[in-house]
């Protein structure tokens, strides 16, 4: 009867392959050593920890006694899941990675050996072999090729296990799978990361454009290649495991928020991973001719499943969302932030909607992108909020053309500032869309520029102007010859007592543009707000709101302003920008 040394196994992959093994085949015994760091997880096999077939040993892999003590409880085979396998972290510190995962697997190599065990089974990544372009897929045959920190430690373990396997004749097999899910999974994975996000109306964290795309197998499949590996496999030989289920990152994202009934809003994308690999695809069809092996779950009906199973064990997630989890969270992602002082603002830059008025224009892209000058029209408010001293920044677009920003504008350092995205799923108004920035906004006042406003004054002076009154709304105003077509204030003292929308009878010649600073409170106020005739949620009555309490302040530009929204208006913004460039 085999008695399997299972390395890791309180881990994701490592406690649904030992949960498979125990009630798959009534012969074989299972001791799972695993040292318990952040994702290792007892209550992962909490089901089978009395199970008369079953041992637990705590230990590192880099310890050699403890290795070596595991060895005795008459180990006949070693399948090796042991292994730091979040790619971000291993951005973050590299050292954990080579020393369990290349370290570590030359210790239990060096007990393999010494206790002459019969089959020794290194599972390791498809992330050996790197990217892949628009077409093909990974073979045994691919060259190595890896990427991040993580898969760089990962392929230098598998070197060395086909090392071992020609030099001292170890029967060792390696094993490269592609992405998996399922249940019991550590929520720093996209998969239960989005899930359990989701689960608490958290965004989500899309890096860059979100068309990564992933080849997805149900962890079950998973476990089953794993076993017809230690099996069937021949020694010295390589074995890939895929699940033949292409997704770009995005569509994938869109999905979880569709079977969890989540508003594509929640979706938020952040700066792409350094090295991020754009394709991974396998090609398993030596596992299917040598080992029998196919992947069974089909990848919707596992998602479903996966869901339930994280919407049912919502007090195993309460457990795994521990001080150092949500550290890593926010060192990694970002966070909500703490409440802070009313002083502080944070700016927003609202450049949705359609740019119908451009004509064809808009057709391929956001009217933001367009140039004005000499840079695209959304360089111009960003430049004011980075020079009245605001660096953290939300920027709320579209979904069409969200990826465009982001590859533009990446993480705002370029800009000398931190830069979050927030989708806007459909139009719903200028107050819609800022209620989007609730979460970033949290304890904080907002400044927000519409992101189509060229003007020339510096926002240092509104700004300086606005904090004089915290509590206050605070408007950007300019005298024009056609107040009509625009929002108008009517101005009493330091006051605006009044604001029409493009009134038939103007009461002044003052038109509010497109900068506002509110108070903290402007998110409730918004909740407060109906649907206007047109179905829109108006900034104008949030500003209404603020003008019956009397806390309506404002600042008239002197400089040039337009709104470059039309053809007109935007071959004008280019002629006062070539004549006068704006101050920031």
């Not at 600073?517 to 829109?536: C, H, M, N, Q, W």
Request: one cysteine or more; aromatic letters at 10%.
């Amino acid at each position: 009867m085999p008695t399997l040394l299972v390395t890791g196994g309180c881990g994701f992959i490592g406690s649904n392959f030992v949960r498979h093994l125990l009630h798959a085949d009534p012969t074989v015994s299972v001791v799972n050593f695993d040292a318990l760091t952040y994702a290792g997880n007892l209550a992962n096999l909490a089901d089978v920890e009395k199970h008369p077939r079953y041992k637990f040993v705590r230990g590192d892999i880099t310890d050699r006694d403890s290795v070596r003590k595991a060895m005795s409880h008459g180990v006949t085979d070693v399948i090796n899941f042991a292994a730091e396998s979040h790619v971000d972290r291993s951005i973050q510190d590299s050292g954990p990675f080579v020393r369990t995962n290349v370290i570590g697997t030359q210790i239990l190599l060096d007990a393999a050996r010494e206790f002459n065990v019969s089959k020794y089974v290194q599972v390791s990544t498809d992330e050996v072999y790197g990217s892949l372009g628009p077409t093909g897929a990974f073979t045994e045959t691919t060259p190595l090729d890896p990427s991040s920190p993580y898969s760089a430690s990962k392929a230098a373990a598998d070197l060395l296990v086909q090392a071992y396997q020609h030099t001292f004749g170890l029967p060792a097999v390696v094993t490269r799978c592609s992405n998996n899910y399922g249940p019991y999974q550590f929520p720093e994975k996209l998969i239960p990361l989005f899930v359990t996000n989701l689960l608490r109306d958290e965004p989500v964290p899309v890096y860059g454009d979100g068309m990564q795309v992933r080849d997805w197998i149900h962890v079950l499949d998973h476990c089953t290649g794993v076993e017809a590996a230690w099996r069937k496999g021949k020694p010295g030989e390589v074995y890939n495991f895929g699940g033949r289920c292409e997704k770009p990152n995005l569509e994938l994202t869109h999905l979880v928020l569709d079977l969890l009934g989540k508003p594509k809003t929640l979706i938020r994308y952040v700066q792409d991973r350094p090295g991020h690999d754009r394709r991974y695809a396998i090609d398993c069809t030596k596992a299917e001719r040598e080992l029998g092996w196919s992947p069974r779950v089909p990848f919707e009906q596992g998602l479903r499943e996966t869901i339930e199973w994280y919407q049912a064990n919502a007090d195993w997630i309460a457990g795994i969302r521990n001080k150092d989890y949500l550290g890593y969270y926010e060192k990694q992602y970002g966070r909500s932030p703490e409440p802070e002082s009313h002083m502080t603002i944070r700016g927003v830059i609202l450049a949705g909607g359609k740019g119908t008025r451009l004509g064809e224009l808009t057709k391929v892209t956001n009217k933001h992108l367009l140039p004005v000058g000499p840079y695209p029209m959304v360089i111009n408010p960003l430049k004011k909020l980075v020079g009245a001293g605001l660096t953290d920044v939300m920027l709320v677009s579209g979904t069409e053309h969200m990826g465009d920003f982001v590859e533009l504008l990446g993480s705002g350092k370029e800009y000398g500032c931190r830069l979050t995205y927030r989708v806007q799923d459909e139009a719903g108004g200028i107050a819609q869309a800022l209620s989007l920035a609730e979460l970033f906004c949290t304890g904080s006042r907002a400044c927000v520029l519409l992101g189509d406003n060229i003007y020339l004054d510096p926002l240092k002076t509104l700004l300086d102007q606005a904090n004089a009154k915290p509590d206050w709304a605070w408007l950007g105003l300019k005298r024009v010859p056609d107040p009509g077509r625009y929002g108008v204030a009517e101005l009493k003292g330091d006051k605006v007592v009044g604001i029409e929308e493009k009134p038939k009878a103007p009461k002044s010649d003052t038109a509010v543009v497109g900068i506002y600073v509110y108070p903290a409170d402007v998110f409730e106020v918004i909740k407060t707000l109906k649907p206007s005739a047109r179905g829109e949620y108006e900034i104008t009555d949030v500003n209404n709101h603020y003008l019956r309490q009397g806390r309506v302040g404002y600042t008239i530009l002197d400089g040039y302003w337009t709104d470059a929204g039309t053809l007109d208006s935007l071959d004008y913004a280019n002629e006062l920008v070539r004549k006068e460039p704006p101050r920031f």
